[in-house]
Every structure is written in structure tokens, then in C-alpha cells.
């Protein structure tokens, strides 16, 4: 029973809040953000902006504004340096879904994750993280080339 409501759900996902695809443009074409981190608001059954991150917020601002215990969904703007000296950036989605969280939430997360990214066009890269060393800048680094 439980497995027939979840699948239901599951089809469908959360609604997006146009503040979010609007913060994602302005992050994308004009760089306002550094990062934005999403939350899914259950009663209001869709994703709402949680925070936004200053352009000269530092990679640690972006990682210390996820909780600890709670699933998220966030965005954020790497610049890097080539191996030819050019200066790019790329655009990260980043699913946040850590072990200590419920597992209510790691499901609602988990089954909105691909209708929310559809609404954000633009997204280079995606990671999937469980803990802070799965997304640490290593790893952000090696997947940016």
C-alpha cells in the first residue's frame, strides 16, 4: 500500500516555485549568485529558494549553508582555471540527501529531483552527495574539466 501511494507521488514530484527558476536566470546570465540552495516546502507541496549566495561567497559559505540532516537540492557557480589557462565556470546541480536524514525526505528528494532539474536549463554537471567529502572541491575540480 504504502509502495502504490509513494509511486503515485512519485509521478508527479513537487511544483516549482517561479522564484526558483527566476534565481537560477539571474544566477546563469548574470552571475548575482554564487550558489542557491533549494528546499522542498511539504505543505506547500513545491521547491522554494532557501538561500542565496553572495558572488564573493567562498566554495565553504556554499557547503556550510547545508544542514547537516536535511535533504536539499543546490546550485552553484564554479570558476576554475584550464589546463590551458582559460577561465570557465560550470554550472553544478547538487542533490544533498545526507545518511542522517529522514528517510521520508530522502524519498520526497529523491523521486522531485528530475522534474525540478528539468525546470532549471543550463545545468552542466550533476553530483549526487551523502556526506561533505563526496562534494568536497576535489571532487568539484575533477568533475568541472
Same mark, same amino acid.
Given at each position: 500500500?504504502?509502495? =502504490?501511494?509513494? &509511486? %503515485?507521488?512519485? %509521478?508527479?514530484? =513537487? %511544483?516549482?516555485?517561479?522564484?526558483?527558476?527566476?534565481?537560477?536566470?539571474? !544566477?546563469?546570465?548574470?552571475?548575482?549568485?554564487?550558489?542557491?540552495?533549494?528546499?522542498?516546502?511539504?505543505? &506547500?507541496? &513545491?521547491?522554494?529558494? $532557501?538561500? !542565496?549566495? $553572495?558572488? #564573493?561567497? @567562498?566554495? $565553504?559559505?556554499? #557547503?556550510? @549553508?547545508?544542514?547537516?540532516?536535511?535533504?536539499?537540492?543546490?546550485?552553484?557557480?564554479? /570558476?576554475?582555471?584550464?589546463?590551458?589557462?582559460?577561465?570557465? @565556470?560550470?554550472?553544478?546541480?547538487?542533490?544533498?540527501?545526507?545518511? #542522517?536524514?529522514?528517510?521520508?525526505?530522502? =524519498?520526497?528528494?529523491?523521486?522531485?529531483?528530475?522534474?525540478?532539474?528539468?525546470?532549471?536549463?543550463?545545468? &552542466?554537471?550533476?553530483?549526487?552527495?551523502? /556526506?561533505?567529502?563526496? =562534494?568536497?572541491?576535489?571532487?568539484?575540480?575533477?568533475?568541472?574539466?
Amino acid at each position: 500500500m504504502l509502495f =502504490m501511494i509513494l &509511486q %503515485a507521488n512519485s %509521478a508527479s514530484g =513537487m %511544483a516549482v516555485h517561479d522564484d526558483c527558476k527566476l534565481r537560477f536566470l539571474e !544566477l546563469k546570465a548574470k552571475r548575482t549568485y554564487r550558489f542557491i540552495v533549494f528546499k522542498i516546502e511539504e505543505k &506547500q507541496k &513545491q521547491v522554494v529558494v $532557501e538561500k !542565496l549566495g $553572495e558572488p #564573493t561567497d @567562498s566554495y $565553504e559559505d556554499f #557547503t556550510a @549553508s547545508l544542514p547537516a540532516d536535511e535533504c536539499r537540492y543546490a546550485v552553484y557557480d564554479f /570558476d576554475f582555471v584550464t589546463n590551458e589557462n582559460c577561465q570557465k @565556470s560550470r554550472i553544478f546541480f547538487i542533490a544533498w540527501s545526507p545518511d #542522517t536524514s529522514k528517510v521520508r525526505s530522502k =524519498m520526497i528528494y529523491a523521486s522531485s529531483k528530475d522534474r525540478f532539474k528539468r525546470e532549471l536549463d543550463g545545468i &552542466q554537471v550533476e553530483l549526487q552527495a551523502t /556526506d561533505p567529502t563526496e =562534494m568536497g572541491l576535489d571532487v568539484i575540480r575533477s568533475r568541472a574539466n
